[in-house]
């Protein structure tokens, strides 16, 4: 079997012995290396592999205002960090599919208890997925791609 590298990080300092003691519960204790740090300060470290995130998802005004900005903040440091990687958002603000400017591939429903969430599967590619449009000039001039 192929050692995987596996590392989780948290902003809070304080809810990494939390997730120790949840590692060494479920015997995954050594497989995965924590840190404490901000998200948008995580880099890969591969040129590719897997992010599950649950980023907030408040349920005050306040706190879906702060989300509006954060989620968009998000999708910049994929596209600029993560090409080749796959993220996968856990979260039961069903705006972020749109908030965060990237393309979604797959949407889950799940539950966190009786929270309606889902689960964003959003593959990273290098540059941009967006299909160019033909140039005006070239509409006008009758040139126009061969499908």
């Not at 300060?41 to 702060?66: C, H, K, L, W």
């Not at 591939?105 to 959003?122: D, E």
Request: with cysteine.
């Amino acid at each position: 079997m192929r050692n995987l590298a596996i590392k989780g990080s948290d902003r809070a300092r304080n809810m990494l012995p939390v997730a120790r003691a949840n590692l060494q519960r479920a015997g995954l204790a050594d497989a995965i290396e924590l840190q404490a740090q901000d998200v948008l300060q995580a880099r890969p470290f591969a040129d590719s592999g897997f992010i599950v995130t649950n980023p907030p998802y408040g349920v005050r005004m306040d706190e879906q205002d702060a989300l509006a900005e954060l989620y968009p903040q998000l999708g910049d440091w994929l596209k600029a960090h993560f090409a080749g990687w796959t993220a996968h958002f856990f979260t039961g603000d069903l705006r972020l599919s749109d908030l965060i400017h990237l393309s979604v591939k797959r949407r889950t429903p799940l539950f966190n208890g009786s929270l309606p969430c889902r689960l964003f599967a959003i593959p990273m590619v290098a540059g941009s997925a967006r299909r160019e449009k033909p140039a005006a000039d070239d509409e006008a001039n009758g040139v126009a791609d061969a499908e």
